[in-house]
């Protein structure tokens, strides 16, 4: 029997919100971060921060402040 697995992570978007970014089941690393993409092999906050000329953000709210830009 495989074992099952639950999204556990909260949507981050506001009335800020203009881009939806979809994505797959998050890693188990995103799980046990409690954040999206944070598996230190993920391209996501790398290109984020490429897009917005910024330094690559560390840690779970300095990520979520480049998301919601």
Do not use: C, D, N
Request: aromatic share 14%; hydrophobic share 40%.
């Amino acid at each position: 029997m495989q074992e099952r697995v639950f999204h556990t992570l909260a949507p981050l978007y506001g009335s800020w919100s203009r881009v939806l970014v979809l994505g797959t089941m998050p890693s188990p690393k995103s799980r046990e971060e409690g954040f999206y993409y944070a598996h230190p092999q993920s391209r996501f906050w790398p290109v984020l921060a490429a897009v917005y000329g910024e330094e690559m953000p560390q840690g779970t709210q300095a990520r979520a402040a480049v998301a919601q830009r």
